[in-house]
């Protein structure tokens, strides 16, 4: 008998829907799988590996997201091989190690995923990071540069001000749990009222799990109920800026540097931010996104996609 409490989900079975919305061909649905790579301490990265050839690429999410963000992006590369990887608490990877939980350092993060790329893609053409994977791929490439031959950073650079993202602070900063579907897609459709709804619950069933008392949690919330005796990591003073430490690491990188940037008013960066990386890189592209916000894979999945591809080229 179903239970009209619970929510049907089938991880592999919403591509069709990414491709309808987006104008994209479908034909045959992709080939995706799950791999689990273990890393220290016994805790296991998850990623999903598109195609059967050695993967071109890398994609690493943002804070709070997991690897289906880029499943839109990946449908418009094919038949590009590419592996998406779950960060280190987020999706269907372990959850994150002490320092993780207290610091959320990107360089943590990191070590993490250098493990799981020289099993998964070793020689990947480019990294792609949006977001705190963006800040994880500039320590990447500071840790393991053989890893990083090209990389791309989706709307971030170390050095933004705090405020610029308090608004994706304010949602991820929200409630641990919610009583049902209803309330978590009416939180989340609040803070992107430029997504269809069809988009918002794809990404929620990808983003969320259900519990046995039919309530749901984020997945990368999951460790906030587990560690709640943990302290909180120190909310930035406004007018500060995020880490900065990963200046001089993004100054000395030698391969070749793409910045992809949101230009809508829910990006993060600003003028500013661009003309300090042109200044610490003179060499590095960068390519504005005038109808996407931070979240660029979201808002103009197609025109990133065909971006990278023409950078790694």
């Not at 269907?92 to 002490?98: C, I, K, L």
């Not at 350092?105 to 020689?123: F, M």
């Not at 997945?219 to 120190?234: D, F, G, Q, S, Y």
Request: net charge negative.
């Amino acid at each position: 008998m179903s239970d009209p409490g619970r929510v049907n989900y089938d991880e592999f079975g919403l591509f069709h829907e990414n491709a309808a919305e987006f104008g994209l061909a479908y034909g045959a649905p992709p080939y995706v799988r799950r791999r689990q790579v273990e890393v220290e301490d016994g805790r296991s990265i998850s990623s999903l590996v598109w195609g059967e050839d050695p993967p071109e690429l890398v994609l690493l999410h943002g804070g709070s997201q997991n690897a289906h963000t880029w499943d839109t992006v990946a449908m418009a590369l094919r038949p590009r091989s590419l592996v998406a990887i779950d960060l280190p608490g987020h999706g269907h990877s372990d959850g994150p190690g002490v320092t993780q939980r207290v610091e959320r350092s990107p360089r943590a993060a990191a070590a993490d995923v250098a493990e799981a790329l020289r099993s998964l893609a070793p020689d990947a053409r480019a990294v792609v990071g949006m977001s705190f994977g963006g800040l994880t791929a500039i320590a990447l490439a500071e840790l393991a540069p053989d890893l990083v031959r090209r990389l791309v950073l989706v709307d971030v650079l170390p050095g933004l001000k705090a405020e610029h993202g308090r608004h994706i602070a304010d949602f991820v900063n929200g409630p641990a749990t919610f009583a049902d579907f209803d309330e978590i897609l009416a939180r989340t459709a609040a803070f992107n009222p430029t997504r269809s709804e069809s988009s918002l619950r794809r990404g929620i069933l990808h983003n969320a799990v259900q519990l046995d008392d039919r309530s749901w949690v984020w997945r990368h919330a999951r460790w906030r109920l587990e560690h709640e005796n943990e302290p909180e990591p120190t909310r930035p003073e406004p007018g500060s800026r995020l880490h900065t430490d990963l200046l001089e690491p993004l100054g000395r990188i030698v391969m070749p540097v793409l910045l992809a940037r949101g230009m809508r008013s829910d990006s993060v960066l600003r003028d500013g931010d661009e003309a300090e990386l042109l200044g610490r890189l003179p060499a590095a592209r960068v390519v504005h996104f005038e109808e996407a916000g931070h979240s660029i894979q979201g808002d103009m999945p197609v025109e990133l996609a065909a971006t990278v591809a023409e950078f790694i080229r």
